[in-house]
């Protein structure tokens, strides 16, 4: 392994080892109240990966049930993004296509480099054995169809590239937001150079995470809720105050929260980064302030400026699409990699289905209405 690799490598270890001591053999219900899953990790090329084994009908966030992601959550985001006269057909398309999907079990699936979060962060592909890590994950495996998401070919192709080589089958989820070079895009955009001054201007104080009492980690997921459950869908992972505080206790979630005067904590982030690779999967901010306090610019603003202290790429998932994109944010469509030739011919028809609708169908309204 080469000299320049080695500590993005090692830290991804020991991000790793700190995800298993919380999670494995733990009821992850604890941290997340709608995921039913077991947490295991696997090994290749020295390095571990936490793996979740999803229970079949337990209805879990989309984070660990493919099934969720494809249907019901799908019909959510249609609902909510998509031009009612095109909204209600596809809907009624989607709900089709979940009856098929749970018939053939698209739902007994195991996903590996999962971290409970909607963008999951990739160590460097080099010295991985992609052939050897099929037959592993099959003979570990053999009744579950096997799933690495959080895929895209600006920051990912060694993956997607090896992947496809070794069997696994490409299906588009999704299409996230990066950011490549923040100067540039400050350069650029004049409201980002807006967004970051609101850093300075605010009147609300900054506080770092290992500052945070339990009454903050308490607020910091009912702010959460307000945004991704509230405002977007309750299919998002539900992460309780314990996921929130055993998280950033432990190294893996840098959080910063944003108090009034009264001492309340108003607005909250916490950054998950593995080597120059940034994402906020944590956010939250009280949603019945108006718009003119800017709490979600001032978030926004905190995770790019950390970026860019960082040198780092940030990818700021999906969401907020005319957002992040007035602020340089280049779309990029984001892949799950599936093996299922060691499974019936059924649930492998259905995926090929799957990967053909989302292809054709799916891309393309991501695209047109630049979700």
Known sequence: ?????????????????????LHTDVHTQHYVRNIDACVQSVSFGGLPFPATINNTGSENAWVCSPLTTYSRYAVDETRRLIPRPLAWPLCGFIRAVDRRLR???????????????????????EDLDFSAMREALKSRWPH??????????VQHADWLHALEHAGFELIPTRQVYLFHDIDRCAANHQNLRRDLKLLDTTPLHRVAGHTFTDLDFAESERLYGLLYLD??????????????????????????????????LRAVIGLFAQGRLVSAPFVGYDTSAPASEGL?????????SATRERTGMLNLSAGAAHFKRLRGGEPAIEYSAVLS??????LQRALR????????????IMRRFQL
Do not use: C
Request: aromatic share 14%; no cysteine.
């Open 144 to 153: 579950h169809a096997i799933w690495f998401r959080s895929l895209n070919y």
């Open 103 to 125: 018939d053939v079990g698209l739902d007994h699936a195991v996903s590996v480099n999962n971290w409970l979060l909607s963008t999951n962060l990739y160590p460097s592909a």
């Open 231 to 264: 405002k977007y869908s309750r299919l998002n992972p539900q992460y309780t105050a314990a996921f929130v505080k055993a998280w950033q206790h432990s190294g893996l979630l840098d959080l910063t929260g944003f108090r009034d005067d009264t001492g309340r």
């Open 1 to 21: 392994m080469s000299e320049t690799l080695y500590a993005p490598q090692q830290r991804f270890i020991e991000l790793s080892n700190a995800f298993s001591a």
């Open 353 to 364: 289905h799957l990967r053909f609708l989302t292809h054709h169908i799916g891309v393309p």
């Open 296 to 304: 979600y610019r001032l978030l926004m603003a905190h995770v790019l």
């Open 341 to 346: 030739g060691h499974l019936p011919q059924a």
